[in-house]
T-cell receptor, first 111, second 112 residues
Framework: NAGVTQTPKFQVLKTGQSMTLQCAQDMNHEYMSWYRQDPGMGLRLIHYSVGAGITDQGEVPNGYNVSRSTTEDFPLRLLSAAPSQTSVYFC??????????FGPGTRLTVL | GESVGLHLPTLSVQEGDNSIINCAYSNSASDYFIWYKQESGKGPQFIIDIRSNMDKRQGQRVTVLLNKTVKHLSLQIAATQPGDSAVYFCAEHAGNNRKLIWGLGTSLAVNP
C-alpha cells in the first residue's frame, strides 16, 4: 500500500491564482481530512469527509473547497489564493477508528 | 513588518535518558487520545493511543499515562535516542464525528 499520497510536494502561487491540492489513499478509509500547519502552531482542520459524497467544514474552511466523489480521492481547491494561505497542507485518512494516517504534506507559498 | 509566532515548548534530554512529554486536554468528555510524532519536513506519524477507560498503555519504548481527574496526558519515552528528536503532538477525540482536537506540540531535542 502507498498509504496517503499528496501532490504536489511544493507549489508557489501568485495572489489570486487558483489550484487544487491532490490527496489519495489506497486503504479504503472512509474518513479523510485536510489540515494546515503554520509555524509554531498545531494542526488546524480545514475540511473533512466521512465518506464519498459527504463533506463538512472544519475549523478554518474559508477560501477552500473540497469534494469527495470517490472513496480514494479528496482534493482541496484554493479558489483565489491569498498570502494568508501560505502554509503546509496535510491530508489524512482513517477507517472507522480514530487513528489518522497522514500524507507527506504540500508546502504552498502564495506571493 | 516583523512577524510574531508562537514558540513551541522544548524539552532537551541526553541520549539514553528517559523523556516525559506532557499534555493537558480540554474536554472531560474526550474518550480517546493519541500521540503523534512529527519529524522535520514530514507528516505526523502515529505513536500510541489510549482510550478513556484505561490509565496506562505501553508500546515499544513508549508509555502513555492518562489522568482523567486532572485532564492530563503524558508520553514517556525510554532510553531516548537521537532519532526521537521531533515535535510531539497529543490529540483528543470527543463525540462521534471523528474530529480530533490537537495540542500545539512539544519539541524534543536529544543531545548526543
Amino acid at each position: 500500500n502507498a498509504g496517503v499520497t499528496q501532490t504536489p510536494k511544493f507549489q508557489v502561487l501568485k495572489t489570486g491564482q487558483s489550484m487544487t491540492l491532490q490527496c489519495a489513499q489506497d486503504m479504503n478509509h472512509e474518513y479523510m481530512s485536510w489540515y494546515r500547519q503554520d509555524p509554531g502552531m498545531g494542526l488546524r482542520l480545514i475540511h473533512y469527509s466521512v465518506g464519498a459524497g459527504i463533506t463538512d467544514q472544519g475549523e478554518v474552511p474559508n477560501g477552500y473547497n473540497v469534494s469527495r466523489s470517490t472513496t480514494e480521492d479528496f482534493p482541496l481547491r484554493l479558489l483565489s489564493a491569498a498570502p494568508s494561505q501560505t502554509s503546509v497542507y496535510f491530508c489524512a485518512s482513517s477507517s472507522s477508528g480514530n487513528t489518522q494516517y497522514f500524507g507527506p504534506g504540500t508546502r504552498l507559498t502564495v506571493l | 513588518g516583523e512577524s510574531v509566532g508562537l514558540h513551541l515548548p522544548t524539552l532537551s534530554v541526553q541520549e539514553g535518558d528517559n523523556s516525559i512529554i506532557n499534555c493537558a486536554y480540554s474536554n472531560s468528555a474526550s474518550d480517546y487520545f493519541i500521540w503523534y510524532k512529527q519529524e522535520s519536513g514530514k507528516g505526523p506519524q502515529f505513536i500510541i493511543d489510549i482510550r478513556s477507560n484505561m490509565d496506562k498503555r505501553q508500546g515499544q519504548r513508549v508509555t502513555v499515562l492518562l489522568n482523567k481527574t486532572v485532564k492530563h496526558l503524558s508520553l514517556q519515552i525510554a532510553a531516548t535516542q537521537p532519532g526521537d528528536s521531533a515535535v510531539y503532538f497529543c490529540a483528543e477525540h470527543a463525540g462521534n464525528n471523528r474530529k480530533l482536537i490537537w495540542g500545539l506540540g512539544t519539541s524534543l531535542a536529544v543531545n548526543p
